[in-house]
């Protein structure tokens, strides 16, 4: 049974994006069947794996509202072992359409259960907000993973995301579990960096993946050329890294 995943922090330009496609693509590659599954309405995630987003027929806006099943949607062998829900502009007015719908909250649970027996791993990539969207994925999800970028404000917000992670553990998803913290954007050669990295630790113990992911331009082009970094340039350090995180959530570091 596979292991849904949620790529979760209202902030904006942590790195949600590339961990949930980077991870995706190397759990892929490492052998295991991954469902790339993208529910931020900027869609991101499917552009970055080189999904046209404006030419969908269907996305997960469709599936969230029920018009559509998911074998409609789901796009298959984006790479050789993944598949790909993607998303589109439309998502942006889902949330406010979702609160006239009986259950809501587990809109995507009830999607993503029966998909669970054909992957080894679904990743949602989320968007920037606590809204209903990500508390779908937060009730579909068995762990989420937690980027946080090494600058000044890392820390800051945080208490809204795990006040929000427990209201869901209290009622909707008693299972959740948090998987991980990932340092995004780091830069060895600046000491607040390393600070962030130290008081990310402190808070978060042994919840911090030790793959540190380092601020790495090819990880920055490689979604213009929509691909994962691996394959666009596969001794990048960006590449690298995600590799060693892909390994750790799998579990065979
Ligand atoms: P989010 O999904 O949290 O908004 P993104 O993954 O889209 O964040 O990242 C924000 C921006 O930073 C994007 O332009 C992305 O290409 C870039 N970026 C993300 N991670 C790195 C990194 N490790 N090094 C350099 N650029 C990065
Ligand atoms: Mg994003």
Redesign the pocket.
């Known amino acids: 049974m596979g292991q849904i995943i949620a790529i979760a922090?209202q902030k904006?330009?942590?790195?949600?994006?590339?961990t949930a496609v980077n991870l995706s693509a190397w759990l892929s590659l490492l052998g295991c069947k991954v469902l790339l599954t993208d529910i931020d309405p900027q869609g991101?995630a499917t552009s970055g794996v080189g999904v046209n987003k404006d030419a969908l027929e269907y996305s997960v806006y469709d599936l969230l509202l029920g018009n559509v099943e998911t074998g409609l949607v789901k796009i298959k062998n984006i790479l050789d072992k993944l598949d790909i829900i993607p998303s589109s502009i439309e998502l942006a007015g889902a949330e406010i359409e979702m609160v006239d719908i009986k259950e809501r909250e587990y809109l995507l649970r009830n999607i993503l259960i029966k998909e669970k027996g054909k992957y080894d791993y679904i990743i949602i990539d989320c968007p920037?907000s606590l809204g209903l969207l990500t508390i779908n994925a937060l009730t579909a999800a068995e762990s989420v993973i937690v980027?946080l970028q090494c600058e000044y404000y890392a820390l800051e917000g945080l208490g809204q995301l795990m006040n929000t992670i427990n209201l869901v553990q209290q009622g909707l998803n008693k299972e959740l579990v948090i998987k991980g913290v990932v340092l995004?954007?780091f830069d060895g050669r600046t000491n607040l960096s390393i600070q962030v990295v130290d008081e990310v630790k402190k808070y978060f113990k042994d919840k911090v993946f030790r793959s540190i992911?380092?601020?790495?331009?090819r990880?920055?082009e490689a979604?213009s050329h929509g691909k994962p970094v691996m394959l666009y340039d596969r001794r990048s350090r960006?590449a690298e890294l995600y590799q060693e995180l892909a390994r750790e959530v799998m579990g065979i570091e």
């Open positions: 922090n904006g330009g942590v790195g949600k994006t590339t991101n920037p980027p995004t954007m992911i380092p601020r790495n331009v990880l920055s979604p960006g």
